[in-house]
């Protein structure tokens, strides 16, 4: 995994669990409450895994154990 790629997977773990929150938000408009947090379970479930993912390999790059390749500039 290069930088760039990590700057991708980490604003879509970001955009993952913001969407996950407004899908929760509209849909308790028209739908129950446990209906809602039924339809954005998964995408705040796989954007949090995502960022906690990435937070671990940032870690290990930090540490030196897995290196994150540097893009050239």
Known sequence: ???SGFVKL???GFALVIVSFVIRGLSRIVLEVE????????LAIVG??????????????FVGLWP??????
């Open 35 to 42: 209906v809602a947090d039924l339809i954005q379970a998964p």
């Open 68 to 73: 994150i390749e540097r893009g050239e500039t």
């Open 10 to 12: 980490s604003l879509i």
């Open 48 to 61: 949090f895994g995502l960022l906690v993912y990435l937070f671990v390999r940032a870690t290990l790059d």
């Open 1 to 3: 995994m290069d930088q």
